[in-house]
């Protein structure tokens, strides 16, 4: 496979992977209202047929009988996993149309489900995807790129001890650019709270055109703050032009903040489909995110659900760029 970096997510898309709800135990009372944000995410994506084609990863039977009849219009196939996290567990699919397929260590150690180390090889493999193997530790929702050979991504999780300790600063750039063909990162240093990530940057800053990114505002009482102002800070100084998008604020469950964040918005063909949690900010992120991806419909979804598991639309997807 050639080395060119992979298509922003606003190129346009074959199809789209997204993660079925499958483990009762992981989920317990949520299960099912975390399946029916899963299915309404999946229909906004489909868009009646004008978006793109929807693929349900569900891990077994029971599950994969539940997507069919909550999404008829999808195509669901089974394969065992540990959780619906696709952004992460899943292939990257790269410009010269080959899969990237990358260790994987439940976050560093933290979530260590059976299944969730090979998905990637063989989601691919069903697409008919050459895929290249790479032996170090990634996870897609740690890296963000804008098509033309620039990603950011932070500190806090590419060089977190827990992921590659071996590995530096120099070295992780010289293995995005090997592996996957970027050619410029820029770095920002941590990702919000509670994030059990170390910190993934598709919560924090997310490209909306070639070196143009998208980077919450701090609210009131929001403890992000500092988080996002040093995310904008260190994002001007790499060179980029940052465009401010409301925050959720200080969302709670159980007493307990949470990462919720409308920057794990999904960009698909005819939709952009934004998470949001009952919070003050919701309509006017929408219609911030929606205002930049014009040529598209801009949606807003309840997420609470799915964040019972840690992410949102965007980290239980992973985009499938056109072939050419």
Known sequence: ??????????APHDAVW???????????????????????????VHAGGSGERVILVAADAEAGAAATDMCPFAEV???PFGDIWLRDTGPIVGGEGGAHAFRFNGWGGKYDLPGDDDLAPRLAARAGLPVAQAEWILEGGAIDGDGTGTVVTTRQCL???NRNPQMGEAEVERRLREDLGFSRVVWLEEGLLNDHTDGHVDNLARFVAPGRVAIPEATENDPNWQVYQHAVRDARAGGLEVVIVPSPGRVLRDEEIVPASYMNFYVGNATVVVPIYGAANDEAAVAAIGALFPDR????????????????????????????
């Open 1 to 10: 496979m050639t080395n060119a970096p992979p298509p922003p997510e606003w």
């Open 18 to 44: 997204i993660g079925f709800p499958s483990h009762p135990e992981l989920w317990l009372d949520d299960l099912e209202p975390a399946r029916a944000e899963v299915a309404a995410f999946a229909r906004a």
């Open 77 to 79: 196939v089974l394969e």
């Open 159 to 161: 060089l977190n001890p």
């Open 297 to 324: 419909v801009a949606i807003g979804l309840r997420a609470d659900h799915i964040l019972t598991g840690g992410g949102s639309f965007h980290c239980i997807s992973q985009q499938l760029p056109r072939r050419t």
